[in-house]
């Protein structure tokens, strides 16, 4: 049993042969590739994966921001 292959063009599937199928994705599957590569090199510079870690991130970083004023405040205190 042979495998149909189809590619749509204009909003119309068309019946090709698997070269051709190939073929005409092949650069599509590249594309797709490099993004997804792209979007790794991003997670892995930032350490931050999805929107839900970064709104962690974010909510991290202004606890040690304040702990950070006040620990700031208190030594001016002391030292008054």
């Not at 495998?3 to 599937?13: A, D, M, P, S, T």
Request: proline share 1%.
């Amino acid at each position: 049993m042979d495998k149909k292959w189809y590619i749509e063009i204009n909003g119309e599937q068309i019946s090709v042969t698997e070269e051709i199928y190939r073929a005409y994705k092949r650069p599509l599957w590249k594309a797709r590739s490099a993004l997804s590569a792209e979007k790794k090199r991003i997670e892995d510079a930032t350490g931050v994966t999805t929107a839900g870690e970064r709104e962690e991130q974010r909510k991290r970083n202004k606890v040690i921001r304040q702990q950070q004023e006040r620990y700031r405040r208190n030594t001016e205190r002391q030292a008054e």
